[in-house]
C-alpha cells in the first residue's frame, strides 16, 4: 500500500513538473512573438513629434529625433511623410494633436494605400520568422 502511495506521489509530481515546463515554454513562445511584434511595428511605423513654428509643422521620428518630414496642414505632412517613407505608416503621438485645431486627426496620418504596402511587408516579415523557427525546431 506504501509503495502505490510512493507511486502516485511521483506520478502526481511528474505530472504537474510536466505541465509547469510546458506552460513556461509556451509562454516563452508567446513572449518571442510578441518581441518580434512589437520589432516589426517599431519597423513599419514611425511615431512622429510635432513643433509648430510660423504656421509651419516639422515632425521628426520620436524614437532617433530625425528630421522626418514638414507642411502646413495634416494634407501636406502626409503627403510628404508618403514621398520619403513610401513603405512606412506614421502616427501623430497623441500629446502632439493639440497643435490641429479644426482638423480631423485621429494621430494616423498614413492613407489607405500604405496601410496595404505595410499589410503586406508584415506579412512577408511574419511568414520569414515562421519559417526561420520552423528550420530551428
Do not use: W
Amino acid at each position: 500500500m506504501e509503495l502505490m502511495s510512493i507511486v502516485m506521489l511521483i506520478l502526481v509530481v511528474g505530472i504537474t513538473y510536466a505541465s509547469i515546463a510546458y506552460r513556461r515554454k509556451k509562454e516563452k513562445e508567446l513572449d518571442q512573438y510578441v518581441d518580434k511584434a512589437l520589432e516589426l511595428y517599431k519597423k513599419l511605423i514611425i511615431m512622429l513629434r510635432v513643433e509648430l513654428v510660423d504656421k509651419m509643422y516639422y515632425c521628426y521620428n520620436n524614437e532617433t529625433g530625425d528630421f522626418v518630414c514638414q507642411g502646413k496642414n495634416i494634407k501636406e505632412i502626409t503627403k510628404a511623410f508618403k514621398e520619403r517613407y513610401p513603405n512606412h505608416g506614421s502616427y501623430i503621438l497623441n500629446k502632439y494633436l493639440h497643435l490641429f485645431p479644426g482638423e480631423e486627426v485621429d494621430g494616423k496620418i498614413a492613407d489607405d494605400s500604405s496601410d496595404e504596402a505595410i499589410k503586406a511587408g508584415l506579412r512577408a516579415e511574419i511568414d520569414d520568422y515562421v519559417k526561420a523557427r520552423s528550420l530551428v525546431e
